[in-house]
């Protein structure tokens, strides 16, 4: 399922015991200590007391966006990487090109702007048949793959996510763009169609538990 993305929302999800914030407003991920996490795991379960209002406001939590649902029919876990796949064809120079440039136009506008001004602008085209949409992913993964050997930037993950989901919904192809997070804190950006990652091995991406999905 797809989050809502609005400008005031502040995403979250729950990581073993813990659960991690991504504030969009102020472009800033935090957690909650352990007594508030659990006032929270109550809250969120339904168990609201009076209060509580007042209590999520004081803590930026008044807004919250939906979780991602990892059990919906949308399901978002991953299971395969397109670029691990054994006959992935290789790129042509003009669609290496067209990458790299791209790249470089989404590395300066998330320089530049916060994530919450980026994410409520990413294309979303008219669909196209599923077949062509897999076979559309297959070839800009690998012209982005075959990017990193002459764009500097290919290790800034949302720069390459939102370079790669942009072209995509250019052509047509229902791909999200993932932001995920693990413990001890780290994120990460990727990109997917269906349950297929495009953007790095399956094992780069399985660590992180979802936190938004655009």
């Known amino acids: 399922m797809m989050n ?28 909650l200590e352990q007594s508030a996490a659990d006032r929270f795991s109550r809250i969120v379960a339904g168990a609201q007391e009076e209060g509580d209002n007042d209590w999520l406001a004081a803590r930026g939590l008044h807004h919250l966006a939906p979780p991602v649902d990892q059990s919906s029919s949308e399901r978002i876990a991953p299971t395969s990487s397109v670029l691990e796949e054994p006959n992935l ?36 085209g008219v669909p196209v048949a599923p077949h062509v949409q897999r076979s559309d992913a297959r070839q800009v993964a690998a012209a982005f793959k075959r990017a990193r050997h002459y764009f500097s930037g290919m290790d800034e993950c949302l720069s390459r996510g939102v370079a790669m989901r942009r072209v995509l919904a250019g052509k047509g192809c229902e791909a999200r763009l993932v932001i995920g997070v693990t413990l001890p804190f780290a994120a990460h950006c990727w990109v997917q169609l269906g349950s297929a990652v495009l953007t790095d091995p399956l094992d780069v991406v399985t660590p992180y538990t979802p936190i938004l999905v655009a």
Not at 5 to 30: K, P, Q
């Open 4 to 31: 809502v993305i609005t400008s005031a929302a502040t995403h979250w999800c729950r990581v073993g015991g813990t659960f991690v914030f991504l504030d969009l407003s102020r472009d800033r991920y935090f957690m």
């Open 89 to 124: 064809e290789r790129a042509s120079a003009v669609e290496t090109a067209r990458s790299v440039w791209v790249l470089a136009l989404a590395q300066r506008h998330v320089r530049k702007l916060a994530l919450m001004e980026i994410l409520p602008n990413l294309l979303h």
